[in-house]
């Protein structure tokens, strides 16, 4: 995620982190080399300029800070200047106060738009609310079955166009109409007291005028609450033009970036939200569902300057955490009991819950200089440990210490590793069970960040 973009304004900073006093020639230079920077990741070109006018006036009358180094000082006037045109505050999703909670979708076909209806669901559902999904994309042959797809993974209903508009799209009726098919989604909905309704509606590879009044047409008929732009973030310069031809053609109240996942110069998702005036309320990071984020512009701003995203890893963390396990182990562990390689797995299994390995570490601060060894991270590692410990017997996860050279062949045999693998688990888990004893020892308490290994 703005690997490049991150990469370079970093090594831009550690420049002046040697300097004692900045001159405006180093301000200048600094902001430069910005500028560079913002332009190669395809930034906006108004954006830009805006941008860097900003940073060089504010560093030019900065206070001498106390606090903060002039190499400091900078980084925090960037990142102010981020989270600005980022969109400044986290902005939430505005629900109605007579439900359904109407939300439309727009945008290009392959934008993302049908991933994220269920990426949305998903997410809402896991906020207590019952959304369900409508299919006004008739123009794909495959739209519908898609998000029917995608509805039946989030657990969530979907009304399609279908004689009797129940269920199944595979008798589609020729020359359904969307509009009539949006509101007649939004009325069962409300008849079935759902209280979101995610409309995803129909793109085209380029802009043209037919789609934007089909998408028009079914904004009238459904007078949602939110009207979604999605934008794939791959698409470079190209994205400002689309963002302004559907704030002109359709209208929007939001942003939301897709396919974050690639670096590909996402600079130009970086000017929608300033050059539309429209805030980014969420971020699509991959193909599965849960790869979905709400969109916080300090946040964001936080990762792009490799400061990391702390809070966003401990959201996930919370969301995946099994808070009675939790108690069952703090309670296992004050009364002097073992850590043991059960709970080693369940601990692992956790974690896995969370998601991607890769973009978890990629959410700490400072990951942005270990990118390359990220990049070799292999995910399967997770699966590795499980399968061998459950290679072993159930008195040698208890007490490993009896695991000898015939029992570790036996083990690695089969689990498909090699008794290394076996031994380095062995070795790791021995450096777990200390850590988690001190853990008991210093009352439970978690250690910081700084003791991970
Ligand atoms: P739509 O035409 O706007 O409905 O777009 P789709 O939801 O069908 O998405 C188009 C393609 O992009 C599909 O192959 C999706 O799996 C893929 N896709 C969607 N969102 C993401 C994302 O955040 N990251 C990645 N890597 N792929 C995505």
Do not use: C, W
């Not at 007579?98 to 991933?115: H, R």
């Not at 031809?245 to 600079?267: E, H, W």
């Not at 050059?275 to 193909?287: D, F, K, M, N, Q």
């Amino acid at each position: 995620m703005f690997a490049t973009l991150s990469d370079r304004l970093t090594s831009t900073f550690k420049n002046l982190r040697t300097k004692g006093r900045l001159s405006e020639a180093d301000i200048d230079a600094t902001v430069r080399e910005i500028r560079r920077a913002l332009l190669d990741a395809d930034v906006a070109v108004p954006v830009v300029r805006q941008f860097t006018g900003a940073i060089r006036e504010r560093a030019l009358s900065a206070e001498v800070s106390q606090a903060l180094n002039p190499a400091q000082q900078v980084v925090k006037i960037v990142n102010e200047e981020l989270v600005s045109i980022l969109g400044g505050q986290t902005r939430t999703l505005n629900l109605a106060k007579n439900p359904p909670t109407v939300i439309l979708l727009a945008g290009l076909q392959g934008a993302g738009k049908t991933t994220l209806a269920g990426k949305l669901a998903l997410h809402l559902k896991g906020q207590g609310h019952t959304p369900i999904l409508v299919a006004a994309d008739l123009q794909r042959p495959n739209a519908v079955t898609q998000l029917q797809v995608v509805g039946e993974r989030a657990g969530v209903p979907v009304f399609a166009p279908h004689p009797g508009n129940q269920g199944a799209d595979d008798v589609l009726p020729q020359g359904a109409d969307p509009v009539a098919v949006a509101r007649q989604g939004v009325e069962t909905a409300t008849a079935r007291q759902h209280d979101v309704v995610i409309v995803d509606t129909a793109g085209r590879l380029g802009i043209d005028a037919e789609l934007m009044r089909q998408a028009a047409d079914i904004r009238d008929a459904t007078n949602p609450d939110e009207v979604l732009f999605v934008i794939d973030a791959m698409i470079g310069q190209d994205a400002v033009t689309t963002a302004q031809a559907f704030l002109d053609g359709v209208g929007f109240t939001g942003v939301v970036l897709s396919k974050l996942d690639g670096d590909a110069r996402g600079g130009a998702a970086l000017s929608v939200a300033s050059v539309t005036g429209r805030p980014i309320l969420y971020a699509s990071t991959g193909e599965k569902l849960t790869d979905f984020e709400v969109f916080h512009p300090d946040r964001m701003a936080g990762r792009i300057l490799d400061m990391g995203d702390v809070l966003t890893l401990i959201e996930q963390a919370e969301r995946a955490f099994d808070q009675d396990q939790a108690e069952k182990m703090a309670g296992k562990l004050a009364a002097g009991e073992d850590f043991t390689l059960a709970d080693f797995l369940e601990q692992m299994q956790q974690l896995k819950k969370m998601g991607s390995m890769k973009k978890m570490l990629g959410m700490m601060p400072g990951m942005g200089q270990m990118r390359e060894a990220l990049e070799n991270f292999d995910e399967r590692e997770v699966d590795r440990i499980e399968a061998i410990v459950r290679s072993m017997t159930p008195g040698e996860r208890d007490n490993p210490k009896i695991i000898n050279g015939s029992r570790r062949a036996r083990i690695a045999r089969g689990s498909g590793t090699t008794p290394t693998d076996v031994n380095q688990l062995l070795e790791r888990f021995d450096g777990a069970q200390k850590m988690m004893k001190q853990m008991a020892r210093n009352g439970g308490g978690m250690p910081g960040f700084g003791n991970l290994p």
